[in-house]
C-alpha cells in the first residue's frame, strides 16, 4: 500500500488528477493521428522519403523556434497560453480529418498541417513542461513527471492499435477526427482547475534580450549545462527509433512488419515498467542521469548484437526502461534547479535537444545503416549514449557540486514530459 502511495503520489493533487485524466485521453489521440498522419503519407506517395519530409516539417518549427517559445512562456500565464494551443491542435487535427474523410487531401496540405503543429509543439511544450512546477510544486514534482512519461507509453500502446483497427474499418480520416475531439477533455481539465491551488510563476516582463538572456543563464549553469547537453547529444543519434527499430526488424533480424510491432510494444512495456520504478524511487541530479546513461548504453548494446527476435525484445525492453529514466531524472534535475523566471526557456532548450534534433539525427542515422548495414543505427546510438555517461562521469568530478535545498526554499527562491520513440 505505502509503495503504491509514493508510487502515485502526484496523483494526491486534485489539480494533477484532473490534468491527466485529460491528458490520458489526448495522448491517445496524438498517437492515433501520428499513426494515420504517416500511413496516409505512405499511401498517398508509396514513398518513405516523402514521409521523412513530412516529419521534418513537423520537427523543424522546435529546432527554429523552441527557443522563443520558453521566453513566451515565461511572459504569460502558462496554463492560459496552454488552452489556447491546445484547442489550435484540435482545429489543425479537425482539419486534416475533414480534408480526409471528402477524399480531398493532397500531400501539401498534409504538409502545411503537420508544420503548423509543428509551430504549435515550440511554443506549447514549454509551457506545458514547466507549468508542472506549478501544478504539483517541488516535492512532487520528480513523480509527476515519470508518471506523465508512463502515461505517454501506455497511450503510445493504445493509439496506434486503435488507429489500426480504425484505418481497417473506416479509413485514417476518422482517428483525426477523434484526436480532434480528445483535445476537449485535455481542454477541460485546464479551464476548471482550482486556481488557488496552482503557484504560478510572476511572468516576467517583456523586454529585449531575454532570449539571449535564458542562453548565458544556463551556459554559466553548469548543473543545468551539462544535462542539456547530455541529452542533446543522445537526442541527436540515440533516440531515433522511429529510423532505427522498422530497419532494424526488416534488414537485420528479418521479422517484418509483426515483428517491429513487437519491438515498438517491448520498448513501451520497458518504458512503462521503468517510469512506474522511477515514479516510486527515481533521484535527481547528475549521479542518477549518468547511471541511466551507461544502463541505456548496456542495454542498446545488447539490442545491436541481438541474434534473434526473442533476445532483442528482451533487449529493448531494458532500453526503454532506462531511456524513460534518462528522460524524467534529466527533466527533473533542470526544472528543480532552474529559477522560476527562467523555467520556460530551460525547458525550451530541454525540448530543443530532445524532439528539435529529428531532423538533424534521423537523416545521418539512416544514411549510416545505409552504407553499414541495419545495425549501426542503434549501434551508433549505444555508443553515443555511452560517450554521454562518460561527459557525464566527467562532469561530476570535475565541476563544482550545486549547492542543494530544500523543497521550501526551492519555491520561494528559485526552483518544474512528451516522448519521442
Known amino acids: 500500500m505505502h509503495a503504491g502511495r509514493v508510487t502515485f503520489a502526484a496523483l494526491s493533487v486534485p489539480n494533477y488528477r484532473r490534468y491527466y485524466g485529460g491528458q490520458s485521453i489526448s495522448l491517445i489521440g496524438t498517437w492515433m493521428q501520428m499513426t494515420a498522419q504517416a500511413w496516409l503519407v505512405l499511401t498517398l506517395t508509396h514513398s518513405s522519403t516523402w514521409l521523412g519530409v513530412v516529419i521534418a516539417l513537423q520537427t523543424l518549427p522546435v529546432l527554429v523556434?523552441?527557443?522563443?517559445?520558453?521566453?513566451?512562456?515565461?511572459?504569460?500565464?502558462?496554463?492560459?497560453?496552454?488552452?489556447?494551443?491546445?484547442?489550435?491542435?484540435?482545429?489543425?487535427?479537425?482539419?486534416?480529418?475533414?480534408?480526409?474523410?471528402?477524399?480531398?487531401?493532397?500531400?501539401?496540405?498534409?504538409?502545411?498541417?503537420?508544420?503548423?503543429?509543428?509551430?504549435?509543439?515550440?511554443?506549447?511544450?514549454?509551457?506545458?513542461?514547466?507549468?508542472?512546477?506549478?501544478?504539483?510544486?517541488?516535492?512532487?514534482?520528480?513523480?509527476?513527471?515519470?508518471?506523465?512519461?508512463?502515461?505517454?507509453?501506455?497511450?503510445?500502446?493504445?493509439?496506434?492499435?486503435?488507429?489500426?483497427?480504425?484505418?481497417?474499418?473506416?479509413?485514417?480520416?476518422?482517428?483525426?477526427?477523434?484526436?480532434?475531439?480528445?483535445?476537449?477533455a485535455v481542454v477541460f481539465s485546464l479551464t476548471t482547475m482550482d486556481h488557488a491551488a496552482l503557484s504560478p510563476s510572476p511572468p516576467m516582463a517583456r523586454a529585449g534580450g531575454q532570449l539571449r538572456e535564458g542562453l548565458r543563464y544556463v551556459r554559466s549553469t553548469p548543473a543545468l549545462a551539462v544535462p542539456l547537453l547530455m541529452m542533446g547529444i543522445a537526442g541527436c543519434l540515440t533516440y531515433e527509433f522511429q529510423v532505427t527499430l522498422p530497419v532494424m526488424a526488416q534488414r537485420g533480424l528479418h521479422v517484418g512488419a509483426t515483428g517491429f510491432g513487437f519491438m515498438t510494444a517491448a520498448m513501451g512495456v520497458g518504458a512503462v515498467a521503468g517510469g512506474l520504478l522511477v515514479a516510486a524511487r527515481g533521484k535527481t541530479g547528475l549521479k542518477p542521469l549518468m547511471l541511466a546513461a551507461a544502463g541505456f548504453a548496456v542495454a542498446l548494446t545488447g539490442a545491436t548484437l541481438a541474434p534473434n527476435l526473442?533476445?532483442?525484445?528482451?533487449?529493448?525492453?531494458?532500453?526503454?526502461?532506462?531511456?524513460?529514466?534518462?528522460?524524467?531524472?534529466?527533466?527533473?534535475?533542470?526544472?528543480?534547479?532552474?529559477?522560476?523566471?527562467?523555467?520556460?526557456?530551460?525547458?525550451?532548450?530541454?525540448?530543443?535537444?530532445?524532439?528539435?534534433?529529428?531532423?538533424?539525427?534521423?537523416?545521418?542515422?539512416?544514411?549510416?545503416?545505409?552504407?553499414?548495414?541495419?545495425?549501426?543505427?542503434?549501434?551508433?546510438?549505444?555508443?553515443?549514449?555511452?560517450?554521454?555517461?562518460?561527459?557525464?562521469?566527467?562532469?561530476?568530478?570535475?565541476?563544482?557540486?550545486?549547492?542543494?535545498?530544500?523543497?521550501?526554499?526551492?519555491?520561494?527562491?528559485?526552483a518544474s514530459v512528451a516522448s519521442r520513440g
Open 65 to 184: 523556434l523552441g527557443p522563443y517559445g520558453g521566453v513566451i512562456a515565461d511572459r504569460v500565464d502558462k496554463r492560459k497560453l496552454m488552452i489556447v494551443l491546445q484547442g489550435a491542435m484540435g482545429v489543425q487535427a479537425l482539419a486534416l480529418g475533414l480534408l480526409t474523410v471528402t477524399g480531398n487531401v493532397r500531400l501539401w496540405e498534409i504538409g502545411v498541417l503537420a508544420a503548423l503543429l509543428g509551430l504549435n509543439n515550440a511554443f506549447e511544450n514549454p509551457a506545458r513542461q514547466s507549468f508542472m512546477m506549478e501544478l504539483v510544486g517541488p516535492e512532487h514534482l520528480r513523480n509527476a513527471v515519470s508518471l506523465n512519461s508512463v502515461l505517454v507509453n501506455v497511450a503510445r500502446s493504445i493509439g496506434p492499435a486503435v488507429a489500426g483497427i480504425l484505418i481497417a474499418t473506416v479509413g485514417d480520416g476518422v482517428c483525426f477526427l477523434v484526436n480532434a475531439g480528445s483535445f476537449v
Open 310 to 414: 526473442a533476445l532483442e525484445l528482451v533487449a529493448l525492453a531494458f532500453a526503454g526502461a532506462a531511456s524513460i529514466s534518462f528522460m524524467s531524472t534529466g527533466n527533473s534535475t533542470l526544472q528543480l534547479t532552474a529559477a522560476p523566471e527562467m523555467r520556460g526557456r530551460v525547458m525550451s532548450l530541454w525540448f530543443v535537444a530532445f524532439q528539435g534534433s529529428t531532423p538533424i539525427g534521423g537523416p545521418l542515422v539512416g544514411g549510416l545503416m545505409a552504407v553499414i548495414g541495419p545495425r549501426a543505427g542503434l549501434g551508433l546510438g549505444a555508443i553515443t549514449v555511452a560517450l554521454v555517461a562518460l561527459g557525464g562521469l566527467f562532469a561530476m568530478r570535475h565541476l563544482p557540486r550545486p549547492r542543494t535545498a530544500r523543497p521550501s526554499a526551492v519555491v520561494g527562491a528559485g
